[in-house]
């Protein structure tokens, strides 16, 4: 049978007390809607789902921008409930099956949409829901049943009596409908409700009234169909996704010493036998190699590391690294750093634009910006590159076995030549030819007896010291 896939994402999220539509809020670094459309898409990839429609209104243009090309929009001008959302695709839908599922539950997982697939062909449903046993059930839509065990009908939260208050079993907004039954009964939800809406759920208990076979899946994972109404929610969907995304990594062969301070992105991929210490962020498409010790207090973006890397304290953003890197700690490495094999960045180095060859070292109190960096450099503690005039950025080039001495500015643009030596202290702004030695520095002049002169001489104010540096400089 056909099918088409309803995601129901227009409503205004009051409960988040947000500026930005519900459906917009990220779990683990990506908007709710789309955790949902995946799941969608990935029931499409089995055959299931011919077709994916969302229905939106606030926030509208975001949501479609979100979702992207791969689904269907239909626009819900103005919300009044979950069965109005569905009537405004209604016109659209040609499919014999439809799967409605919401946009704030973004832990679902195909598996077990799947499942609801399979119970609704075996039971000739015309509709087949799924279900959850909670043991808090504050806030959603019961399941009502009759002393034979059938489903009746749902109901709201806000319109049940103490008694259907205190059932655990419920509606998780997640429906697989015979499109046909549906349509015929849709027409007949009236918004005589608490809040004065027209609810999907009415439709389960018009097609019982009608005879129609109500089936039901339960969530064998009750986490898995947790509806996100306020920031509360939010916080516990991250939790659960975290912990989904780390029992992948670890049952890939990944090492997390804590989870509980382990974030790791859901693109994000890490190789075999790396350790992930305590507060390590590993974001966006991340990708990291085998044997790597990252952490603890690392936060990783869009960033690929080879293997055998090891990185503490230190945050690293569009970078590359290479096989057997040592970085931090108090690193940070910003967009377009690239370290070749073996590469060494030490504590309070900061890296921007920057190629630093194999073996090479900046190890202490570094800026390296719009740099390139031949193999086996070494650059003294302290040295920087000038690279910002004001206006412009401007390259600074040390070739390959450089050796950098302590402090060295480098005043971009600038070379220096293989092998070439930069003396302790220089403004170096004038390229060092290879094997020569760059130094820029005033002679040293001691003063003897300074410091008794300063006791004997005057009353020891400034003033006094004053004329004796003029003293010197004459
Ligand atoms: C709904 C169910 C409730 C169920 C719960 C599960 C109804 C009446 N109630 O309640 O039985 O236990 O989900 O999480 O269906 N939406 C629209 N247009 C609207 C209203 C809502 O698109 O006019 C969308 C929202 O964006 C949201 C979803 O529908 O993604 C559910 O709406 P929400 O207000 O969160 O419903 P609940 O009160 O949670
Ligand atoms: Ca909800």
Redesign the pocket.
């Known amino acids: 049978m056909s099918c088409a896939g309803l995601i129901?994402?227009?409503?205004?999220?009051t409960r988040m007390k947000s500026r930005m539509?519900?459906?917009l809020h990220t779990v683990c670094g990506k908007p709710m809607i789309c955790w949902v459309v995946e799941a969608l898409e990935d029931l499409r990839s089995r055959g299931l789902v011919d077709r994916i429609l969302v229905?939106t209104?606030?926030d509208a243009e975001r949501v479609e921008e979100a979702v992207g090309s791969g689904a269907v929009f239909v626009r819900?001008e103005e919300?009044?409930?979950?069965?109005?959302?569905v009537m405004q695709a209604a016109d659209l839908l040609e499919e014999e099956l439809l799967l409605v599922v919401?946009?704030?539950?973004p832990l679902i997982r195909p598996g077990t949409l799947a499942e609801l697939f399979r119970v609704h062909r075996e039971t000739d449903a015309w509709v087949t829901l799924l279900t959850a046993r909670l043991e808090d059930p504050t806030?959603?839509?019961r399941i009502i049943r009759d002393l034979q065990g059938a489903v009746v009908g749902?109901v709201?939260e806000g319109d049940a009596n103490p008694e259907e208050r205190a059932i655990k079993e419920?509606?998780?907004?997640t429906y697989l409908f015979l499109w046909e039954r549906l349509r015929e009964v849709l027409p007949r939800i009236r918004p005589d409700n608490a809040k004065g809406?027209f609810?999907?759920?009415d439709a389960v208990r018009l097609m019982a009234e009608a005879g129609g076979v109500i089936s039901t899946v339960e969530a064998a994972d009750p986490t898995e169909?947790l509806?996100i109404?306020d920031r509360l929610h939010l916080a516990q969907a991250e939790r659960i996704m975290r912990e989904r995304i780390l029992r992948r990594l670890m049952e890939e062969g990944v090492t997390v010493e804590d989870p509980a301070t382990a974030y790791v992105g859901p693109e994000v991929k890490v190789g075999r036998d790396t350790t992930i210490r305590p507060f390590v962020i590993l974001e966006g498409k991340t990708v990291i190699g085998e044997d790597c010790l990252v952490g603890p207090g690392v936060r990783i973006v869009d960033s690929v590391l080879g293997k055998g890397v090891r990185v503490e304290q230190a945050v690293l953003r569009e970078c590359v690294v290479e096989d057997g890197v040592s970085i931090g700690p108090f690193a940070s490495l910003r967009p377009g750093t690239h370290l070749m094999e073996g590469s060494k960045i030490g504590t309070f180095v900061e890296t921007k634009k920057t190629v630093v060859g194999r073996g090479s070292k900046i190890p202490h109190l570094s800026y390296m910006g719009d740099a390139h960096i031949g193999s086996n450099v070494n650059v003294g503690a302290g040295s920087i590159t000038c690279n910002y005039d004001g206006v412009s950025k401007h390259p600074t080039v040390i070739e390959d076995d450089a050796f950098i001495g302590s402090d060295t500015m480098f005043i971009a643009p600038v070379r220096v030549g293989r092998g070439a030596v930069t003396g302790a202290g220089s403004a170096i702004s004038q390229d060092v030819p290879p094997g020569a030695l760059g130094i820029e520095r005033s002679r040293q002049r001691n003063i003897p007896g300074w410091r008794n002169k300063k006791s004997e001489v005057g009353d020891g104010t400034e003033g006094d010291n004053q004329e004796k540096v003029d003293d010197i400089q004459r």
């Open positions: 129901l994402a227009a409503g205004e999220g539509a519900k459906v229905v209104g606030r819900q919300r009044r409930g979950t069965a109005h959302a919401t946009g704030d539950s806030g959603y839509g749902v709201e419920v509606n998780t907004s809406e609810y999907l759920t169909v509806g109404n």
